[in-house]
T-cell receptor, first 123, second 109 residues
């Protein structure tokens, strides 16, 4: 039973098209994320949602719009695709808050569980 | 600002021990995570440190020094299947995981 599943696994599309990637987690986690991993394998946060509310929105073009219909789902819609959008997109989830165990810290999340990734190729 | 550094590549021999270092500067600190990522696959969680010291989990151990902004992942009795990228990630006060560039480890027979 897959914990974090995202579809499709592969997506090849032409420049200018609009596409969506879906993500679902069955772990009961409160927080979900979208990460982009480029050709140099650098994993960079794009968005983070906690209980359906956006808490992190990094410097991402507004052609990218996340949507969280409920806390188990976080979909990513991309408008007017460009060549530079080609990358692997990972969805992830984690549970929070938790006690980090030392005085003065803020309550953080548990480890993130990742989906299998969606390899997007824009031609 | 936020910055996480790791060596880009490392090579080691089957059966040996390898140490992968990570240095970080982030806005707040809620813990440091190590992930393993095989080519074409998703990252998977290996270890977590929030207090200074060593955490051991079988063949893998991870060390943290918060005052130095430094961590390492130690892999013992290397196996061919340990060839992968190893990602260091810090959780900051924004409850965001910031990942380092990853270290690609090649294990040779």
């Amino acid at each position: 039973d897959t914990a974090v599943s995202q579809t499709p696994k592969y997506l090849v599309t032409q420049m200018g098209n609009d596409k969506s990637i879906k993500c679902e987690q069955n772990l009961g986690h409160d927080t979900m994320y979208w990460y982009k991993q480029d050709s140099k394998k650098f994993l960079k946060i794009m968005f983070s949602y906690n209980n359906k509310e956006l808490i992190i929105n990094e410097t991402v073009p507004n052609r990218f719009s996340p949507k969280s219909p409920d806390k188990a789902h976080l979909n990513l819609h991309i408008n007017s695709l460009e060549l530079g959008d080609s990358a692997v997109y990972f969805c992830a989830s984690s549970q929070g808050p938790r006690d980090t165990g030392f005085v003065g810290s803020r309550r953080g999340n548990t480890e993130a569980f990742f989906g299998q990734g969606t390899r997007l190729t824009v031609v | 600002g936020q910055n996480i550094d790791q060596p880009t590549e490392m090579t080691a021999t089957e059966g040996a021990i390898v140490q992968i270092n990570c240095t970080y500067q982030t806005s707040g600190f809620n813990g440091l995570f190590w992930y393993q990522q095989h080519a074409g696959e998703a990252p998977t969680f290996l270890s977590y440190n929030v207090l200074d010291g060593l955490e051991e989990k079988g063949r893998f151990s991870s060390f943290l020094s918060r005052s130095k902004g430094y961590s390492y992942l130690l892999l013992k009795e290397l196996q061919m299947k340990d060839s992968a990228s190893y990602l260091c990630a810090v959780e900051n006060y924004g409850q965001n995981f910031v990942f380092g560039p990853g270290t690609r480890l090649s294990v040779l027979p």
